[in-house]
């Protein structure tokens, strides 16, 4: 590979990684702004559930809301995203599991299978709205 191609590959990934970061931010906004709304609204947070690969649902050390039907996205009282799938864990089961942070997207679920996917702000209103 030439040094070119390398030094265009870089830049690529570099612009790449400043879109995602730019619409992480954007989201945030909408998140934070949803957190705010629910909490006016007396929007009760519930224990987050986390799903694991076989289907099964165990604890999470998280209380939030969930954005999807599916109930395998959620924001938490602070306003942090959750991807709420785990894998397979016989602790889990057991003690709960520990949720890592993701940063959020504009677009929920883009690429999903489940079709169930759309605009970010569409889904809180959901949320908002009681559905």
Do not use: C, H
Request: glycine share 10%; proline share 4%.
């Amino acid at each position: 590979m030439s040094e070119q191609r390398r030094a265009d590959a870089r830049r690529m990934a570099e612009l790449a990684a400043a879109a995602r970061a730019g619409e992480a931010q954007a989201a945030q906004v909408i998140i934070d702004a949803f957190v705010a709304d629910a909490a006016a609204r007396g929007l009760a947070p519930v224990p987050l559930l986390a799903t694991q690969v076989d289907g099964r649902r165990v604890r999470s050390d998280q209380t939030g809301w969930y954005v999807n039907r599916a109930q395998t996205l959620g924001i938490a009282t602070d306003g942090s995203w959750y991807v709420l799938v785990v894998p397979n864990s016989l602790l889990g089961r057991v003690r709960g599991v520990k949720l890592a942070a993701s940063p959020p997207d504009l677009v929920v679920n883009r690429g999903g299978r489940d079709g169930e996917s759309g605009d970010l702000r569409d889904f809180l209103a959901r949320v908002l709205e009681g559905e």
